[in-house]
């Protein structure tokens, strides 16, 4: 990969881009040691369970196998009775003997079928008998009798005794959860303190700019987590310029904020040679298309310029949801400049400009804005947001937590990452403009927010 020529008070972002695109993600031959021992004892508390399970499973299918064989040796004897009774006794012809016929070869069936062995299976008997015949089936149906009061006595004994084993089993599973569950609650606790330190190290610091009121908004989708796959971010670069960044990387969760950290880094560092948002976003996505680890993943991000004398602003958006341009009373939506970064190689994105004058804003926002759903399964939609852009009144941060009032009203939860970035231009008292007074409303808490 070739790497930019970095001035000397840049390079910690490039550097810390860099190592946590390629050293950021543990390698899965490395697991930890507590993840290893938590897996062993989910293995063992599913292989206790399913020998339990099975011990009690096969222990009721035999016992119900031997009442099922007794049960077939008595009904044989009885239908082997009302055949010879009707063969001898009442001399009935063949086709009167055949109903009493089959039924005796269906008992006789299903002895085989249920017996254990081949002592158990059932007497050879062929039609037509004679007496001596049905006097032989008889015998040896009662030695069948014998056999199998034997075998369910047998399996009520083995069944005893499996019984303790399985609840023991059932015991020890039981204790293997509750270890288990108190690991999981352990890393759960520690992931969380791995989030807040990453949120920390992820999320930028909102610094005061002259000339400019920024309001923000971010939200993660991931339970327990405040960082995601969406992201923003202003930053000086000379004093004279403003940068602002609105990006959304593929994935949900602590991968997708890993990827933030490296799409902020480097486009910082990039800034720090070109201020030409669309120079920049070229530059990115080639640098992105070489260290990417996934093929599947994807940036779409927004770019802008500001100038803090001027308000000369310009921008350039790589696939990026519409942003919206607010000047005087009117909303227009500023559409995407090139496409997203990781679908083309060396995809090449145009820069557009615009003039801000005192009070206009900037309102940038990722897809989890337009695309929440309401009780209906409906998309919020980018006019909808232009509609409500043009109600909202009052401080770039006043502007941010009332669309986020609004979403929570319209939605019941919060499905998908979400970052909003309110840039309003307040430059400096002008021909007799007063401008209003600095809000002192806090940032919503990211937590509230979810509730």
Same mark, same amino acid.
């Given at each position: 990969?070739?790497?930019?020529?970095?001035?000397?008070?840049?390079?910690?972002?490039?550097?810390?881009?860099?190592?946590?695109?390629?050293?950021?993600?543990?390698?899965?031959?490395?697991?930890?040691?507590?993840?290893?021992?938590?897996?062993?004892?989910?293995?063992?508390?599913?292989?206790?369970?399913?020998?339990?399970?099975?011990?009690?499973?096969?222990?009721?299918?035999?016992?119900?196998?031997?009442?099922?064989?007794?049960?077939?040796?008595?009904?044989?004897?009885?239908?082997?009775?009302?055949?010879?009774?009707?063969?001898?006794?009442?001399?009935?012809?063949?086709?009167?003997?055949?109903?009493?016929?089959?039924?005796?070869?269906?008992?006789?069936?299903?002895?085989?079928?249920?017996?254990?062995?081949?002592?158990?299976?059932?007497?050879?008997?062929?039609?037509?008998?004679?007496?001596?015949?049905?006097?032989?089936?008889?015998?040896?149906?009662?030695?069948?009798?014998?056999?199998?009061?034997?075998?369910?006595?047998?399996?009520?004994?083995?069944?005893?005794?499996?019984?303790?084993?399985?609840?023991?089993?059932?015991?020890?599973?039981?204790?293997?959860?509750?270890?288990?569950?108190?690991?999981?609650?352990?890393?759960?606790?520690?992931?969380?303190?791995?989030?807040?330190?990453?949120?920390? $190290?992820?999320?930028?610091? /909102?610094? @005061?700019?002259?000339? %400019?009121?920024?309001?923000? !908004? #971010?939200?993660?989708? +991931?339970?327990?987590?405040?960082?995601?796959?969406?992201?923003?971010?202003?930053?000086?670069?000379?004093?004279?310029?403003?940068?602002?960044?609105?990006?959304?990387?593929?994935?949900?969760?602590?991968?997708?904020?890993?990827?933030?950290?490296?799409?902020?880094?480097?486009?910082?560092?990039?800034?720090?040679?070109?201020?030409?948002?669309?120079?920049?976003?070229?530059?990115?996505?080639?640098?992105? $298309?070489?260290?990417?680890? /996934?093929? @599947?993943?994807?940036? %779409?991000?927004?770019?802008? !310029? #500001?100038?803090?004398? +001027?308000?000369?602003?310009?921008?350039?958006?790589?696939?990026?949801?519409?942003?919206?341009?607010?000047?005087?009373?009117?909303?227009?939506?500023?559409?995407?400049?090139?496409?997203?970064?990781?679908?083309?190689?060396?995809?090449?994105?145009?820069?557009?400009?615009?003039?801000?004058?005192?009070?206009?804003?900037?309102?940038?926002?990722?897809?989890?804005?337009?695309?929440?759903?309401?009780?209906?399964?409906?998309?919020?939609?980018?006019?909808?947001?232009?509609?409500?852009?043009?109600?909202?009144?009052?401080?770039?941060?006043?502007?941010?937590?009332?669309?986020?009032?609004?979403?929570?009203?319209?939605?019941?939860?919060?499905?998908?990452?979400?970052?909003?970035?309110?840039?309003?231009?307040?430059?400096?008292?002008?021909?007799?403009?007063?401008?209003?007074?600095?809000?002192?409303?806090?940032?919503?808490?990211?937590?509230?927010?979810?509730?």
């Amino acid at each position: 990969m070739k790497i930019p020529q970095i001035n000397g008070g840049t390079w910690p972002y490039f550097s810390l881009a860099i190592r946590m695109r390629f050293l950021g993600r543990p390698r899965f031959g490395a697991l930890p040691r507590q993840t290893v021992i938590t897996l062993l004892l989910v293995v063992g508390l599913l292989a206790l369970f399913v020998l339990a399970a099975r011990l009690s499973y096969y222990g009721g299918i035999n016992i119900t196998n031997a009442f099922r064989y007794q049960t077939a040796i008595v009904a044989t004897q009885r239908d082997s009775e009302l055949l010879q009774v009707e063969q001898v006794e009442h001399r009935a012809g063949p086709d009167a003997l055949r109903p009493y016929q089959k039924l005796l070869a269906s008992d006789l069936a299903r002895i085989d079928s249920i017996a254990d062995d081949f002592e158990q299976r059932a007497p050879v008997f062929v039609f037509p008998a004679t007496n001596a015949d049905y006097d032989r089936l008889t015998r040896e149906l009662l030695s069948r009798e014998m056999l199998g009061q034997k075998r369910f006595d047998t399996i009520v004994a083995r069944n005893t005794q499996t019984r303790d084993f399985s609840n023991a089993m059932f015991a020890i599973v039981a204790l293997l959860f509750v270890v288990i569950v108190g690991r999981l609650r352990r890393a759960v606790e520690e992931g969380r303190s791995l989030v807040q330190r990453l949120q920390a $190290a992820f999320l930028s610091r /909102r610094r @005061e700019m002259r000339n %400019v009121e920024i309001g923000t !908004v #971010l939200l993660s989708a +991931t339970l327990g987590s405040n960082v995601g796959g969406d992201t923003h971010d202003a930053f000086s670069l000379d004093g004279h310029h403003a940068m602002f960044l609105v990006a959304d990387a593929s994935g949900k969760g602590i991968d997708a904020a890993i990827d933030t950290a490296f799409v902020t880094y480097s486009i910082r560092t990039l800034f720090s040679e070109n201020h030409d948002p669309g120079v920049v976003l070229s530059k990115f996505a080639h640098l992105y $298309a070489q260290s990417v680890d /996934r093929p @599947e993943s994807f940036v %779409v991000m927004f770019l802008a !310029v #500001l100038d803090l004398e +001027t308000g000369r602003l310009q921008y350039a958006s790589a696939g990026h949801e519409p942003a919206w341009a607010i000047i005087g009373q009117d909303v227009t939506s500023l559409p995407a400049t090139g496409p997203i970064v990781g679908i083309e190689t060396d995809p090449v994105y145009v820069t557009r400009e615009l003039h801000l004058r005192y009070g206009d804003a900037l309102a940038v926002s990722t897809d989890g804005l337009t695309e929440s759903r309401d009780a209906r399964g409906e998309f919020l939609g980018a006019d909808a947001v232009t509609v409500w852009l043009s109600e909202i009144s009052g401080s770039a941060q006043r502007m941010a937590d009332a669309i986020v009032t609004r979403l929570k009203r319209r939605s019941s939860r919060i499905t998908d990452d979400l970052a909003i970035l309110i840039v309003r231009y307040t430059p400096a008292v002008r021909a007799g403009l007063t401008p209003p007074a600095a809000s002192d409303e806090p940032q919503l808490a990211l937590n509230d927010l979810r509730s």
